[in-house]
T-cell receptor, first 111, second 115 residues
Framework: GENVEQHPSTLSVQEGDSAVIKCTYS??????FPWYKQELGKRPQLIID?????GEKKDQRIAVTLNKTAKHFSLHITETQPEDSAVYFC??????????FGRGTQLTVWP | EPEVTQTPSHQVTQMGQEVILRCVPI?????FYWYRQILGQKVEFLVS????????KSEIFDDQFSVERPDGSNFTLKIRSTKLEDSAMYFC?????????????FGPGTRLTVL
């Protein structure tokens, strides 16, 4: 089955700096790569996703890049704010399939 | 904006008891999922459900677990005889049948505590 690795496990940045979280996957048939943000005690919230026919996608301060050849994808957050502090999970799946999650990155943004 | 809802928010039970966790998926969604998250760990897939049958299940989803869509709105997860290691947050998710069929929207979760 699919194996998703996520790094780093913790990330601390100063407000206004950028944050980058990286994930790799093993199954070349995976074609959908979402990122979820989870605040303490809350549900995972989809913040951005990318499909395998696209190399990059941007939504305001958040961007995701995908390298299918290398089987890795990354989340980029620019101009970080304290409210960006949360656990971020990457995931991978095939069409209609289960999501395979990474282990999560605890992002802390210091004011 | 429509959301997935789950009840109860917290369930405490004794080991060996049966529990039923309830979910109301987003109304026009056709694909349903259960995941669980043990405290401090990643989210793990349990089962997916489509057209009134299980489409995929993980190795966690053994004979103690079952799912059901008893009516047009609810989707339930039953654990027949709970074990201490079943203590976790259980998330229901649902997905559309349209263009963005992969997008899974999660409910707020049910925290299950087995004593």
């Amino acid at each position: 089955g699919e194996n998703v690795e996520q790094h780093p496990s913790t990330l601390s940045v100063q407000e206004g700096d950028s944050a980058v979280i990286k994930c790799t996957y093993s199954d070349s048939a995976s074609n959908y790569f979402p990122w979820y943000k989870q605040e303490l005690g809350k549900r995972p919230q989809l913040i951005i996703d990318i499909r395998s026919n696209v190399g990059e996608k941007k939504d305001q301060r958040i961007a995701v890049t995908l390298n299918k050849t290398a089987k890795h994808f990354s989340l980029h957050i620019t101009e970080t704010q304290p409210e960006d502090s949360a656990v971020y999970f990457c995931a991978a799946s095939r069409n209609l399939g289960r999501l395979y999650f990474g282990r999560g990155t605890q992002l802390t943004v210091w004011p | 904006e429509p959301e997935v809802t789950q009840t109860p928010s917290h369930q405490v039970t004794q080991m060996g008891q049966e529990v039923i966790l309830r979910c109301v998926p987003i109304s026009n969604h056709l694909y349903f999922y259960w995941y669980r998250q043990i405290l401090g760990q990643k989210v793990e897939f349990l089962v997916s459900f489509y057209n009134n049958e299980i489409s995929e299940k993980s190795e966690i989803f053994d004979d103690q677990f079952s799912v059901e869509r008893p009516d047009g709105s609810n989707f339930t997860l039953k654990i027949r005889s709970t074990k201490l290691e079943d203590s976790a947050m259980y998330f229901c998710a649902s997905s559309d049948s349209g263009l963005y069929i992969n997008e899974q929207f999660f409910g707020p979760g049910t925290r299950l505590t087995v004593l």
